[in-house]
């Protein structure tokens, strides 16, 4: 009998891991393939040719601050994922790069596509447009002499300029030959330029798998399964407001491992494992560190030094050294001669550019109304004085309209807005810990 639970249970858990697993892998696929058709394709290939130059820049230490101190996104793109063998479809690049070097791409349907949207009547009424405007520039060169406006008629003629509004095929095909090798290869599915780019979005996949799976268990510690599930799909809704600049390779990196910062500090759990979190988040962002070790020090550290026990509070006080001695070992040390291309100070742009309250407002406005719920739940009722520090860093030396600087406060909050929906809807007053759900 005994063995006969013991099964049923491994089978039920087993049951639960596929099914989180299912939602997590479905949408990581979602939100990376709409990333790169909505972001990474917004300027067609020249967001591909921005991409792999930044890239190079920052491999080779010559990049800009503050990318050039956030390295290891990029070097694990350079070292580890633009060698996974996955392609991505982005149908804009996908497409332009059909018609301008390739013939099997001209299609019967896709003729009729051109001539749909631009008619044959069209083109040789512009061409019309244009011969006039040839005549006339002609008659006020050379008013009175028609022998040469007739030569250099002749001349124009020769080019056989109207060939290329009546034959697109063959205009855009030569335009294609005509483009530098650089940025051709930005073109092709198979370039190097075009591995690195779907290297780019194959860890934007992993990287969200790997973050949603952490969000899943942080509140599995506050949350029933359900409601934990939810709480997946819910920070997968929120986040397309943060893709006008997802371009950076550091952000969700920077998330995962902010979020193992917290997972691990709700659970106590092994201070090397900490130690070591803090420090590879060092290389994506030093402040998710800091404020991921300042949510340890107010969990733990106070706690201890009331205590008096001192090793936890010299652990806390290490903790929060490291993304300090990171700051000055990147920037003094490391890539000393990385130079700011925005101003350090944002505090002003903030003040008077509406879309930096509109958005964080949109972003941060379920967290907002449940944040009365963080004194019947001790996590949040100890940790909770992080978040003014943080906002108002943020509102300090960022671009609060790129609200992709918030989304550590969203992953935070997460637990409390599901649990505290479900006691609302539920009729009840507060919330109680996980354990008591």
Not at 44 to 52: D, H, K, P
Not at 165 to 179: A, D, Y
Not at 416 to 433: A, H, N, P, Y
Request: proline share 3%.
């Amino acid at each position: 009998m005994a063995d006969h639970h013991l099964k049923l249970a491994l089978s039920a858990k087993a049951r639960r891991g596929a099914l989180v697993f299912l939602f997590v892998f479905v949408l990581s696929y979602v939100f990376t393939s709409v990333s790169v058709w909505t972001t990474d394709s917004r300027f067609l290939t020249v967001s591909r040719f921005i991409r792999v130059y930044g890239h190079e820049n920052l491999i080779r230490g010559t990049g800009y601050a503050p990318e050039q101190y956030r390295f290891g996104g990029f070097y694990l793109v350079e070292n580890f994922f633009k060698y996974i063998p996955l392609k991505w479809y982005d149908v804009y690049n996908s497409n332009l790069s059909g018609l301008l070097t390739s013939e099997e791409a001209w299609t019967d349907e896709m003729q009729k596509n051109v001539d749909k949207f631009f008619p044959q009547d069209d083109r040789e009424e512009m061409i019309g447009e244009v011969q006039r405007v040839i005549d006339e520039t002609l008659e006020s060169f050379f008013p009175d002499n028609a022998l040469v406006q007739n030569l250099l008629r002749g001349m124009i003629d020769g080019l056989q300029w109207q060939s290329y509004l009546t034959n697109i095929e063959e205009t855009l095909l030569t335009l294609g030959e005509m483009i530098p090798e650089n940025i051709r290869n930005h073109l092709l599915e198979d370039s190097e330029e075009t591995r690195l780019v779907n290297g780019y979005f194959t860890s934007r996949f992993f990287l969200f798998m790997i973050l949603l799976t952490i969000i899943y268990f942080l509140c599995r510690e506050f949350l029933n399964p359900v409601q934990s599930l939810f709480g997946v799909v819910l920070f997968a809704a929120l986040v397309p407001i943060a893709l006008q600049d997802f371009l950076q390779a550091e952000t969700v990196l920077s998330l995962v491992l902010f979020s193992s910062m917290l997972l691990i500090t709700k659970r106590d759990g092994s201070r090397l494992v900490l130690s070591l979190v803090t420090i590879l988040c060092c290389t994506a962002r030093t402040d998710h560190a800091l404020f991921g070790a300042l949510i340890y020090g107010l969990m733990h550290g106070i706690e201890s030094l009331r205590r008096r026990q001192w090793l936890r509070v010299l652990f806390s006080a290490l903790l929060l050294i490291i993304p300090v001695a990171a700051t000055v070992l990147i920037s003094r040390f490391l890539f000393p001669e990385a130079e700011y291309y925005v101003d350090l100070i944002q505090f002003e742009f903030n003040m008077t550019h509406i879309w930096s309250w509109i958005f964080p407002s949109i972003l941060l406005l379920l967290p907002i109304v449940f944040f009365s719920q963080i004194k019947h739940v001790e996590f949040y009722r100890k940790t909770w004085p992080w978040i003014p520090l943080f906002v108002g860093t943020n509102f300090v030396l960022g671009k609060t309209a790129e609200v992709r600087l918030f989304l550590p406060l969203v992953i935070y909050s997460i637990p409390l807005v599901i649990g505290g929906m479900i006691r609302s809807l539920e009729g009840k007053e507060d919330l109680t810990d996980s354990r008591e759900l």
